[in-house]
């Protein structure tokens, strides 16, 4: 009696386990692949590692990678992590998709409380990476940088920025991506346009197209990094101390409302991404990341031709994910792991993924590289003068919610001609005051 009252209970406990796992769903914005089968699988787990261990090689060390790349972009990591394998195959890289970004973000946070279910190294957004440098989860990568990159002065100094903290490297780059003039070469010829450097040249382009073909001239795909830039290049950072009722702020966002009144603006609005209008023929150009080329030629099919140019400004955002290991892993591990991080983000490394994938190369010589320059893509040529503009957005906590909240307001406001600016401006201040307090 007393067996069956144990197996009872054991089973309903895995059933607790399951439940609490089908809970997590992903909150975030962002379309999510479906996780019910990795939580059907969950009571295989212990099983799959057995099996790994007699997979392994003698002598062979395992790392463990969880990435958030589906599709091309994930079968362009295998293809590079098999070529990393076959030049080490002392080391052994396991490879564990974990959804998207907003599945990987969640069930890292999940993890912090069972630190030895963590991976070996993972990738991530720098705004995730907080809580657990606060825990001391992170392992400092600076003495294995200096021991093993001779030129990490090679990375552009606007990535450098967003993973070196408090005297230390905490990360490498993977995936990086900046924001470029998507425009309409065919269209901007006939009207005898110059591409803008600057936003007045913008919002002049915007308006000329609007006057001679009626439709907007420009849009910008995030709003949020339109407002970051535009404060950036009037030498303002998007942080705790920024006054977001304050003069320059209220310029940026009466410039865009502006354009969105006279016609000559839009914002990207249902169609959620400005490639899909653009090719479309309904913008004569838009500001986005260089990795929606791939959006661009699908979308544009031959319509016409399409140009791409540096951001109109002095500094463009950098945005995208870096790999981050976990102090928890043995010394052999950790060895093991950063000669594989070293190699993703190594010049070569850097122009394969990008070619497969749209993603820039984190390295000057890289983009300067003849084999990166003489691919198809219209972002190769334009990267070295692209790459100088860089600036990442200052990594304190509160950051992302600040972010996220600036984003709706921009789109509550742009989306209503009448709105009064300087009061919206100075309602939000207190929600975005409480956004860095709350952390």
């Not at 209970?9 to 999510?32: I, P, Q």
């Not at 589906?70 to 079968?75: A, I, K, L, N, V």
């Not at 981050?324 to 993924?353: N, R, T, W």
Request: negative net charge; aromatic residues 10%; contains cysteine.
């Amino acid at each position: 009696m007393k067996k069956k009252l144990s197996l009872l209970m054991a089973l309903v406990l895995s059933l607790g386990v399951f439940t609490a796992c089908g809970s997590n769903e992903d909150a975030s914005e962002e379309k999510a692949d479906s996780k019910v089968e990795e939580s059907a699988d969950q009571a295989k787990d212990d099983k799959k590692e057995e099996e790994k261990e007699e997979d392994k090689a003698e002598g062979e060390t395992e790392i463990v990678f969880w990435h958030a790349m589906g599709g091309g972009q994930g079968e362009a990591l295998e293809d590079v992590t098999k070529k990393f394998e076959e030049e080490n195959p002392n080391i052994k890289v396991t490879l564990q998709g974990q959804g998207n970004y907003g599945d990987l973000n969640q069930i890292l946070v999940a993890s912090m409380q069972s630190p030895k279910e963590l991976p070996t190294i993972t990738q991530a957004y720098p705004d995730w990476m907080l809580q657990f440098k606060d825990a001391n989860m992170i392992a400092d990568l600076t003495d294995y940088v200096k021991d093993g990159i001779d030129d990490y002065d090679d990375i552009f100094p606007g990535i450098r920025d967003e993973i070196e903290h408090d005297g230390k490297i905490e990360g490498l780059p993977f995936n990086k991506s900046t924001e470029v003039f998507w425009y309409n070469k065919d269209l901007f010829d006939e009207l005898g346009l110059k591409v803008p450097t600057n936003y007045e040249e913008l919002k002049e382009v915007s308006k000329k197209i609007y006057e001679e073909k009626g439709i907007p001239g420009v849009g910008f795909d995030s709003l949020s990094n339109f407002y970051i830039t535009y404060l950036k290049n009037k030498g303002i950072d998007f942080d705790k101390d920024l006054d977001v009722a304050g003069p320059e702020s209220v310029e940026a966002v009466e410039y865009y409302l502006e354009g969105i009144k006279e016609g000559y603006f839009r914002i990207a609005g249902t169609d959620q991404y400005m490639s899909g209008p653009f090719a479309n023929e309904q913008a004569g150009a838009y500001i986005g990341s260089n990795a929606g080329e791939v959006y661009i030629k699908e979308g544009v099919d031959g319509k016409f031709e399409y140009e791409a140019a540096p951001y109109p400004a002095e500094k463009a955002f950098q945005q995208g994910t870096n790999i981050y290991m976990f102090d928890k892993a043995s010394d052999e591990e950790k060895k093991a792991a950063f000669d594989y991080i070293k190699y993703l983000s190594s010049k070569d490394g850097q122009i394969d993924f990008a070619l497969a994938t749209g993603y820039m190369p984190a390295r000057k010589s890289a983009v300067t590289d003849d084999k990166y320059k003489s691919s198809d893509s219209k972002i190769a040529p334009i990267l070295d003068d692209a790459s100088e503009k860089l600036f990442s957005r200052p990594l304190v906590p509160g950051s992302q919610q600040a972010y996220n909240d600036v984003a709706s307001l921009l789109e509550s406001i742009l989306s209503n001609p009448n709105a009064d600016v300087k009061a919206e401006l100075e309602a939000f201040a207190p929600q975005f005051k409480a956004d860095f307090e709350a952390q």
